[in-house]
């Protein structure tokens, strides 16, 4: 969450935790993070957005309502609210975000499409007549975008990011080691040993505790890298040929720009060691993380509503309803 003249305020996973019984929230965020896979029967710990839009509307109105006044400091307190969107969505998705937003408390809703707030945060020439090539790697989704002018002119986007690497490592844990692990822990290895190149990782191996499939029973079993990096290999590769099929599809008038700046990485998907290395070699063109990378997205979404009057419209503006 940013907060216009302050700047990031509140970094928390949009995690929601709630009681069936009575459909209250129970918590929100990091708290709620915690008791993913350890709550009670009757709690429920959630993610209610995936792939980048909203899985449980009601869930999403309520985390959102919660952050906001988190954010806004009392519960009567409005407040325009910029929020990001991946660029593939539909105009039913985007009604749906609107929806929640204003539902949560929002006096207006402005939604900004994540690879234009990534190149905003990210500090590249949007506004100027020169094309910057950015790729934002979060949770749900990978966005890729060349802009100029203030707006998109090229733009992919596919459904992979870190929820699903972390899929993958739950995948070859359970097909390799005959192992049952969550995805919390396939988080945990990521962050310890992943790497998209050999010899990129922090470590060569990592412990980790599950249940074994043929037996039943607790077990610990040490992962190595090259396990970990075999398991990210064909999210990696998808996203790798995202890339491609944007500079393919990128004008010729652009491409000089973009061979020029090359590409600038954000999101948490970023931060995996060797993710650079392996696009450059890919690509062929210099890789950049940006210095913010996890919240260069939340950057570009404030610095944008702050600016809302400046920059060409790539947001659409819904007044909410009195009465």
Not at 24 to 30: K, Q, T, Y
Not at 140 to 169: F, P, R, W
Not at 291 to 303: K, M, R
């Amino acid at each position: 969450m940013y907060r216009k003249g302050e700047g990031i305020v509140l970094f928390e996973p949009s995690v929601v935790a709630i009681d069936e019984r009575t459909g209250e929230v129970h918590a929100v965020g990091a708290e709620a993070r915690r008791m993913i896979g350890r709550t009670p029967a009757h709690i429920s710990a959630t993610r209610p957005l995936r792939d980048g839009v909203i899985a449980d509307f009601e869930v999403t109105e309520q985390m959102l309502r919660h952050f906001i006044r988190k954010t806004a400091g009392t519960a009567r307190s409005r407040a325009d609210v910029m929020i990001c969107v991946p660029s593939g969505i539909t105009q039913v998705e985007r009604n749906a975000v609107t929806r929640a937003a204003l539902g949560a408390g929002a006096t207006h809703a402005f939604l900004i499409e994540e690879p234009m707030a990534a190149a905003i945060g990210a500090g590249l020439p949007v506004a100027e007549p020169v094309g910057a090539l950015v790729v934002d790697i979060g949770g749900g989704t990978t966005e890729t975008a060349v802009t100029a002018l203030g707006s998109l002119a090229v733009v992919n986007s596919i459904k992979v990011g870190g929820y699903q690497m972390d899929d993958a490592i739950v995948r070859s844990i359970h097909q390799q080691e005959r192992l049952v692990v969550g995805q919390e822990q396939a988080e945990a290895l990521k962050i310890e040993i992943g790497s998209a190149t050999a010899g990129a990782e922090a470590a060569e191996e990592a412990d980790i505790a599950g249940r074994d499939i043929i037996s039943g029973l607790l077990r610990r079993k040490s992962i190595t890298a090259q396990q970990i990096r075999n398991a990210l290999q064909r999210p990696l590769d998808q996203i790798v040929t995202a890339v491609k099929d944007l500079l393919d599809q990128t004008p010729a008038e652009l491409s000089g720009d973009v061979i020029e700046q090359g590409i600038t990485l954000v999101g948490g998907g970023a931060l995996l060691p060797g993710l650079d290395e392996l696009l450059q070699t890919e690509t062929g063109l210099p890789v950049t993380i940006a210095d913010s990378p996890l919240t260069a997205v939340a950057l570009g979404a404030g610095q944008a509503l702050e600016e809302l009057g400046s920059l060409k419209p790539q947001q659409r503006r819904t007044r909410r309803r009195r009465g």
